[in-house]
């Protein structure tokens, strides 16, 4: 029985190395040599994101060292931003990041109207992508055009 409450005590020594190291370098690898964007935005988000949980780890520890729970909850925010039954990473990219590096960037060369914007951010990352590079290729108004004969296709369906 000791030894069980000595494992529960140090689980974040021994399971923190593997979640937010080993694993996530793994991964790393692995996006890097496949062809798919997906993933290496999933990777590229978990290390930024490791990267301002040490910073803050780093500037904090003072007050982190009389909070006990802290380990406990690093270890789970990091399961959560690395398995990919969660993509935690890349819902943070999606939901948090991608908004507002947006509107941080609204007029540096982005030439998409306001409706075309709100359009490609419903979108699914994969869609999200390829609508991106058909406007790159095509240029915004050949997208305007798609846009509309969507919508008149969707009218003549509900009628």
């Known amino acids: 029985m000791g030894i069980l409450v000595h494992l529960a005590r140090h689980l974040d020594a021994l399971l923190g190395p593997m979640v937010m190291l080993l694993y996530p370098l793994y991964s790393s690898i692995k996006a890097i040599e496949s062809p798919s964007a997906l993933d290496d935005q999933q990777w590229l988000t978990y290390w930024v994101l490791y990267s301002l949980i040490t910073l803050f780890e780093l500037s904090c520890w003072k007050f982190l060292a009389w909070f006990p729970l802290w380990p406990y909850m690093k270890l789970v925010v990091s399961l959560w931003l690395v398995l990919p039954i969660f993509n935690g990473a890349a819902y943070i990219y999606e939901n948090v990041v991608r908004k507002y590096w947006k509107i941080m960037d609204h007029g540096s060369g982005s030439n998409l109207t306001e409706g075309q914007r709100m359009v490609v951010q419903m979108m699914s990352l994969d869609a999200r992508k390829s609508v991106e590079q058909y406007i790159e ?3 915004p108004e050949a997208f305007e055009r798609v ?6 296709e969707a009218k003549k369906r509900q009628s």
Do not use: I, M, Q, S
């Open 137 to 139: 290729k095509y240029g």
């Open 147 to 152: 846009v509309k004969a969507a919508e008149k």
